[in-house]
């Protein structure tokens, strides 16, 4: 039974259950951290050996749990955003001069799939007005940002349509916000990771497209994203586990092809992709406060 997953922290998880052992992994680096109240990991693939254990690119992966959000705590939300700006300036350091591309991926008819495409509703758009009215504007980084749909719809791959887009703007750094999937329904709509390894779309439920990275882009790219969905057949063998159930199941039994989210996800995407939103801009423009923020954004 296959168990898929876009989190590197679960990847890591999954490489220890498999070879029954609790230590340190060549060619990778974990820590563990408390940032304003959040609990934190970090999983940082050095080399090829940690790549191929892991299945993912070399690079820093920071997750961050975001159930005390969830939970609606007070000023978890302030703190979640400041958690996020942190984080984001620790996996890339803007500079002053920085234009910067977001791309928001999904398709916003599957709710699941709208993180991408509802976060940059709430992004601040300043390229043309940094362009334009320098007088007023000209402290603010130039920031664009697309929803780039999805081939069904588009009859274009989300890659080609952000490296089409990289060619006429010619960012400094690219942002690709998706909906993820986890091994574990614990961590759906309660965790984001933030990465520098870029991202391939689709991997966590086998449906991998083009990777959005900076061999393919030219550009360092960051990549944010937050599990929305569960596999079934991952979820099938999860449970199977934790009741020390270990034999292959008839592939009728393990939901193939199924694919799990819960039933508040519209609320949850969301109050997610505002939390996102407001810590991408917190770390796009200094000096914002979150007033300055819905004031732009009224």
């Known amino acids: 039974m296959s168990k898929r997953t ?4 679960e990847a890591k998880e999954i490489w220890q259950e498999d070879t ?22 970090t999983v940082r693939i050095l080399d090829e050996r940690g790549e191929q254990a892991l299945g993912k690119p070399r690079g820093t992966y920071i997750t961050i749990d975001l159930d005390s959000v969830i939970r609606k705590e007070e000023d978890s939300f302030s703190r979640g955003i400041e958690a996020i700006k942190k984080k984001l300036s620790e996996v890339y350091e803007l500079k002053a ?11 916003p008819a ?11 509703d709430s992004i601040l758009i300043t390229r043309h007005l940094v362009d334009s009215v320098p007088e007023h504007f000209g402290e603010f980084r130039r920031v664009s940002a697309i929803k780039t749909g999805v081939l069904g719809t588009t009859g274009i791959e989300s890659g080609e349509t952000v490296q089409a887009i990289c060619d006429r703007v ?6 690709v916000v998706d909906a993820l999937a986890s091994r574990n329904l614990s961590r759906v709509c309660r965790t984001v990771q933030i990465t520098d390894s870029g991202i391939v779309p689709g991997s966590g439920v086998g449906n991998s497209r083009a990777a959005l990275s900076r061999e393919t882009l ?41 694919i799990v989210t819960p039933k508040e996800i519209d609320s949850s995407i969301h109050d997610i992709s ?4 407001y810590g991408l801009n917190l770390w796009l423009h200094d000096g914002l406060t979150l007033e300055d923020i819905d004031m732009f954004l009224s």
């Not at 876009?6 to 922290?9: C, G, S, T, Y």
């Not at 029954?20 to 990991?41: C, I, M, Y």
């Not at 505002?274 to 939103?277: F, I, Q, R, V």
């Open 274 to 277: 505002k939390l996102l939103a």
């Open 110 to 120: 599957i709710t699941p799939d709208d993180l991408g495409p509802q976060t940059v």
């Open 6 to 9: 876009d989190l590197a922290v």
């Open 20 to 41: 029954r052992t609790t230590g340190q992994l060549r060619g990778v680096k974990a820590s563990e951290s408390d940032e304003n109240g959040f609990h934190t990991e």
């Open 170 to 175: 010619k960012p400094d750094v690219i942002v």
């Open 97 to 107: 001069s920085d234009s910067i591309f977001v791309a928001g991926l999904g398709n």
């Open 218 to 258: 030219g550009v360092p790219v960051v990549s944010i994203g937050v599990p929305t969905v569960v596999d079934a057949e991952t979820l099938v063998a999860d449970i199977l586990e934790k009741n020390g159930i270990k034999n292959e199941l008839p592939e009728h039994l393990l939901g193939g092809g199924i």
